[in-house]
């Protein structure tokens, strides 16, 4: 089966510099176990290395995107090389002015390719790898300048105060929801900027939703039902770096672990129905499959979700997002693949990458 991702959108950059999907709920979800093998869609990273604080026997990231699996390789080099303090500086979670610097120390530690793609990259580096996609620099043109046409940067900084629930539901009805807020969130967070901008327009092949309107109610949820003073992903977004809200990976109580078990991660410059067709079966017990469905049609999905059936051991689980797209195992696969749905439904609702409209786990039976 071939990629029908790659068929329509270009992959020679970077897209995300980080992951935008909270690996808290991704690690809940899969409930990796000692010993376990893990596939992991790499994006940037993030992700992959945060399951190996679960103490899996191998992680196993893939990518068709050779940039982003770059992205990986610097995350692999500086955690060898630095410490805790100066990877968060190198990813931009922290102030810095000695970045290149800190690359410098990491470059020894990358393969030839990786070298050659970030030393042509100096200027993406010393604003912090963390910055350096196209999703981010999205963020940073919303930050910049749509965000001071809505609120003050004192009211930005009240809103970033931890609250109790009620204080915050109160505070974005009076403050913050304005109808200048409204306008330009939508304007800004359209189908066409967004595919523009942010992502791809080929990501929204099968989109049929309001794309603004969808982002707005999540929006509203992260920053009332949740706390945005505890959410990397909001304090990216409305300030540039993560306070003291780090992802998992970036924790200092993950940073020794995962450090110590680098040697468990690879990665491959691969699709997902490249490296699905020459697997073994029944050799792998957690996917993280991220959004990789939401690109795809439905014929696609489930074709895609019979070869990682193949592949998996008895009692795998694997847990993916929609977005805008919704997808989920279909009913001729129930006998094979059984939906955790009490559990996914509940992960969602805490889930701090809050943009996507569902989660989804499911066991392979």
Partial sequence: MRSEAAAHADFSEVRYAQVWEDADVLLEGLAVRPGDVCVSIASAGDNALALLTRDPARVIAIDLSPAQLCCLALRVAAYRTLTHGELLELVGSRPSTRRIDLFERCRPSLDAASRLFWDSRRAAIDAGIGSAGKFERYFTLFRRRVLPLVHRGQTVRALMQPKPAEQRRRFYEERWDTARWRLLFRLF???????????????????????????????????????????????????????????????????????????????????????????????????????????????????????????????????????????????????????LDDIAERLHRVDRAFFYSAFRVEEVQ
Avoid: Q
Avoid at 252 to 261: A, Q, S
Avoid at 287 to 295: T, V
Avoid at 307 to 336: C, F, K, T
């Fill in 189 to 339: 967070f359209s189908r066409t900027m967004l595919g523009r901008l942010g992502r791809d327009p080929a990501f929204f092949r099968y989109v049929d939703a309001d794309v603004a309107a969808s982002i707005l109610r999540r929006t509203k949820h992260a920053l009332t039902a949740l706390d945005p003073a505890d959410n990397p992903y909001v304090h990216w977004i409305l300030t540039g770096t993560h306070g003291a809200a780090l992802p998992c990976a970036l924790r200092p109580e993950h940073f020794d672990v995962i450090r110590d078990r680098l040697d468990r991660i690879e990665w491959h410059c691969t699709s997902l129905e490249a490296f699905l067709a020459r697997m073994p079966a029944a050799s792998t017990d957690r996917w993280n499959l991220s959004d990789a469905f939401e690109y795809v049609s439905l014929d696609h999905y489930h074709g895609t979700l019979d070869a990682v059936i193949r592949g998996s051991r008895h009692g795998a689980r694997l847990a993916y997002w929609n977005m805008l797209v919704p997808r989920r195992r279909p009913e001729r696969l129930a006998d094979r693949l059984r939906s």
